[in-house]
């Protein structure tokens, strides 16, 4: 948490904008909310908002460089002897553990998915993050193994990890969905990484990411 008065500020001011950006999006739609009526809304000019946010979706998508830092950072801290794969799974339980907003599956973030489905816009965006995110966890692999970024093991591994996250995600929503119970959309969600997870290993067996 920055100390000084100018930072915490600019941070007051983001998440002001955002918060009241997603709260219109939800609303009304991602795609018929314009950064003026954002600007209205959060109380600021229109060049406040561009300042802290250049793309309108990346109001929506606003705790995208918090998803990527908490990638970045499980390969480091993971235990001696567990593999970089398997810190993901151990990853995905420990958030589900602190209830992050990140595998949140419940009324409120069912929201949330609506809005990204109803806009072509957002589902692109994501679809980027979604890539975006892979090179992340190829990169982090293949630092806590001594290897190139570019190492085609570490890619493999990481394309692997994030389609299997995309699916438990998805499915855990559709889950939720269906029961309205977050539960069981989370055993869902926890099952799939798990199993996942184990076809990842399979398929890097005898790589030092296994």
């Given at each position: 948490?920055?100390?000084d ?17 997603t ?5 009304r ?10 600007a ?8 406040t908002?561009f300042?802290?946010f250049p ?25 001696p002897?567990?593999s ?16 992050s907003?990140a ?29 975006e ?5 190829a990169?982090a ?12 093991d570490?890619r ?13 995600f998805?499915?855990a ?27 990842v ?6 790589t030092?990411?296994?």
């Amino acid at each position: 948490m920055p100390s000084d008065r100018r930072s915490r500020k600019r941070l007051a001011t983001r998440q002001s904008i955002s918060d009241a950006a997603t709260l219109l999006f939800i609303e009304r739609g991602f795609d018929h909310v314009t950064v003026d009526e954002i600007a209205e809304a959060a109380d600021v000019g229109r060049m406040t908002v561009f300042n802290h946010f250049p793309r309108k979706e990346d109001m929506f998508f606003d705790r995208d460089e918090e998803g990527r830092e908490i990638l970045r950072d499980a390969p480091r801290r993971r235990d001696p002897g567990v593999s970089s794969i398997e810190t993901y799974r151990l990853l995905a339980h420990r958030l589900v553990a602190e209830q992050s907003p990140a595998v949140e599956f419940s009324a409120r973030s069912q929201g949330f998915i609506a809005t990204v489905e109803a806009s072509e816009t957002l589902k692109a965006r994501a679809r980027a993050i979604r890539d975006e995110l892979a090179q992340v966890v190829a990169v982090a692999l293949s630092e806590c193994v001594g290897r190139e970024p570019t190492d085609p093991d570490a890619r493999l591994a990481a394309s692997l990890l994030l389609a299997t996250w995309t699916v438990a995600f998805n499915e855990a929503h559709r889950t939720f969905r269906r029961t309205r119970e977050t539960m069981d959309a989370t055993a869902t969600f926890l099952a799939l990484v798990d199993q996942g997870t184990n076809g990842v290993k399979a398929a890097m067996a005898g790589t030092p990411y296994a």
